[in-house]
């Protein structure tokens, strides 16, 4: 006999782009009592990362995800107070104009880009480096620590958590917002996923 995984609330937040499913779950966490579980369920591919990082940044605990075809159910365990974390900006910003400014000055940028891999793939900044947030844990030894990096997403969400993860390992690094959901910028397209 298998038992079916319950939450104390279900989230619906298929359809939905980041940031909008954070948006939504950290709203409905407000209403959860600590150790309480909210099942947030999805469509968008990122909200993996979106979520697992948000937790991370938190203190909420993520529990894991299931998947029922095109759905995603992640499930969060709400923090008990001495476990929460402020949600907060990390501090060293740029606009998209001004990194555009550097490029147009032909500037040398290290660009990475924290967004899934298929969002990289139909549209991106020339010569941006793609680590997907959910992969960045393990792959940050292939970034320069002393090298300044500009970490971009589509609206700044992800980018602002694997901005916090870096710094916090050394790394010097600029959050670029709003991202790519306003960039006007040089773009390519390679209809092929990173390696």
């Known amino acids: 006999m298998v038992k079916q995984i319950t939450a104390n609330q279900v989230l619906d937040c298929k359809g939905l782009a980041c940031p909008m499913p954070i948006v939504r779950t950290k709203k409905a966490m407000d209403a959860l009592k600590p150790g309480e579980v909210i099942e947030m369920q999805a469509t968008d591919k990122g909200s993996l990362a979106d979520i697992q990082g948000w937790a ?23 923090a008990s107070t001495d476990e929460e974390k402020e949600d907060h900006p990390y ?17 040398k940028l290290l660009i990475l880009d924290v967004r899934e891999p298929v969002e990289f793939a139909f549209i991106h900044i020339p010569g941006a480096v793609s680590i997907p ?39 010097r ?19 092929q996923y990173p390696i």
């Not at 991370?56 to 709400?78: A, S, W």
């Not at 690094?173 to 209809?191: H, L, Y």
Request: charge should be negative.
């Open 133 to 171: 947030l959910g992969d960045l844990d393990s792959r940050m030894n292939e970034l320069v620590p002393d090298e300044e990096i500009y970490v971009i997403c589509r609206t700044g969400k992800r980018s602002n958590y694997a901005c916090r993860l870096l710094s916090e390992k050394g790394y």
């Open 173 to 191: 690094v600029t959050n670029v917002i709003p991202g790519m959901s306003q960039w006007n910028g040089p773009t390519e397209q390679t209809g």
């Open 56 to 78: 991370i940044n938190t203190g909420h605990h993520y529990i894991g995800t299931l998947y029922e075809g095109e759905i995603l159910k992640h499930f969060i365990r709400k």
């Open 91 to 107: 501090a060293r910003t740029i606009d998209n104009q001004s990194v555009i400014g550097m490029l147009e000055a032909k500037a």
